[in-house]
């Protein structure tokens, strides 16, 4: 089981794909180092194994450090997903010295030009590459982590081979996850077929040539596929994600849902709101499915897909998810792909305050 | 085989209270080991080759050393594709 601590939603950077809710938290809501530090001993206690701190981005939290250290001192595996430009060599030092166990660098595209431009961060990229030296010569795995989308695709191949240039242990190539700011941007980060035909041949090609040296993880995308993801591994079965100003979540995209009173880990302790709370337990299991899904031998596998992608795209977060062929609202994914063939590529680039229109 | 097995970075194998059961906690994975597997894991400490962690479980357990040579290639063979154990 797993803790996602969003710390913060600031960050430096404004990717366009970024997935976090468009309404973000503010500074001043966020939860305080004590609050962090109650719920990461909650967390031991309740079997969780490995906290993911993220955000926004979590390194613009100065008491990162202090978390890191007290939850490597409960014997939690800690990772960092992090975008590196604040990563300096004294705060590795740091990291390091606290018992940080892993850390995951985003990178925007293959060089800096484009990841740069794609970031709104001049410099971002070159800050990266030093930030996965100081990774790898702190002896500590590196994930480097490469969102693909139609205005990247064509450079997947470069983005592996700087993965392996910087010595990165695991890659992780992953299609935009229309949520959030991604879905607002949809239109014009949604890949062709073609496109992601492309991406498949050189992720397999590469997985094949690195086998047993570097993992390759591939996240494929919903809109192309003909079954849904297990969305988490599953509605409340091995994920809590807790944003910024506390709320827990079954999944990070879930404060979209209507219906539902997410509660607070400044009200509750996470034990109760994993094994009593409402919104935990709303869709866990089978036994909320629709009957198409009930019916379904792979109901143990996906756990009838995504609850949020049900929403945004079906208008129902008990549907079957519409990345399903079996779902009567699969066509929306194909509409989907049809609208942003040949669409703009204008993008909004996601700011703390933007749509306060 | 002489290759000697080992953890790669960023991995650890440890007892978890809560569960009652060994984990193997890798970047963005958990492994849950079965019986087998987690015997076979106890012997990986940077200097036992493969042979080595064979002959140790043949010593120790009552199966043909071949069916225990299969299981062990099996169990590593399976854990380096996955990015948890380096041979
Ligand atoms: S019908 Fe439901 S359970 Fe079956 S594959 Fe589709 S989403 Fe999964
Ligand atoms: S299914 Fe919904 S709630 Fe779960 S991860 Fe996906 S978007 Fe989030």
Redesign the pocket.
């Known amino acids: 089981m797993g803790l996602i601590a969003e710390l913060t939603h600031r960050c430096p950077l404004q990717c366009a794909y970024c997935s976090n809710p468009l309404a973000l938290d503010d500074r001043k809501a966020e939860l305080t180092t004590d609050e962090w530090r109650r719920v990461l001993g909650e967390a031991a206690a309740l079997g969780i194994l490995q906290v993911h701190f993220s955000g926004g981005e979590p390194m613009a939290r100065r008491d990162l450090v202090e978390m890191v250290a007290h939850a490597s001192s409960l014997g939690l595996y800690t990772n960092i997903i992090t975008s590196g430009v604040l990563l300096t060599d004294e705060a590795m030092a740091a990291l390091l010295a606290a018992g940080i166990d892993h850390i995951q660098l985003s990178f925007q595209d293959a060089a800096a030009p484009a990841a740069d431009r794609f970031s709104g961060y001049r410099g971002g990229h070159a800050k990266k590459l030093d930030a996965a030296r100081r990774i790898c010569e702190a002896g500590l795995p590196l994930t480097a982590n490469f969102v693909v989308h139609k205005q990247n695709a064509e450079r997947v191949g470069e983005m592996i081979a700087l993965g392996e240039a910087l010595g990165a242990e695991r890659i992780e190539i992953a299609h935009t996850q229309y949520?959030g700011w991604a879905l607002l941007n949809r239109n014009a980060l949604l890949p062709t077929f073609a496109q992601l035909e492309h991406v498949n041949g050189v992720v397999a090609a590469a997985r094949q040539r690195l086998n047993g040296r570097i993992t390759i993880d591939y996240v494929v995308p919903d809109y192309y596929a003909a079954r849904p993801k297990a969305?988490?591994g599953g509605?409340g079965n091995r994920f809590i994600n807790i944003s910024p100003s506390g709320k827990a979540l079954?999944?990070?995209?879930?404060e979209t849902l209507p219906g539902f009173q997410f509660p607070t880990v400044r009200d509750v302790s996470l034990a109760e709101i994993w094994v009593d709370s409402d919104a935990f337990s709303r869709f866990r299991g089978v036994d909320w499915m629709p009957e198409l899904c009930r019916a379904c031998d792979r109901k143990e596998i996906d756990w009838g897909g995504?609850?949020?992608?049900a929403l945004a795209l079906a208008g129902d977060a008990a549907a079957t998810d519409p990345a399903c062929a079996h779902s009567p609202d699969h066509h929306l994914m194909g509409a989907a792909v049809t609208a942003a063939d040949g669409a703009p590529l204008d993008l909004v680039p996601r700011r703390l305050r933007t749509l306060s229109a | 085989m002489a290759a000697v097995p080992t953890f790669r970075r960023g991995v650890k194998f440890r007892f978890d209270a809560v569960r009652n059961a060994w984990v193997l906690l890798a970047p963005e994975k958990l492994f849950m080991p079965d019986e087998t597997a987690v015997e076979i894991l106890k012997l990986v400490d940077g200097t036992r080759s493969i042979d080595a962690i064979v002959d140790d479980l043949a010593a120790r357990f009552d199966a043909p050393r071949e069916m225990i040579a299969e299981d062990v290639a099996a169990t590593f063979a399976n854990l380096s594709t996955r990015g948890a154990v380096q041979l």
């Open positions: 949520y969305c988490m509605w079954p999944c990070h995209a879930a995504c609850r949020c992608q």
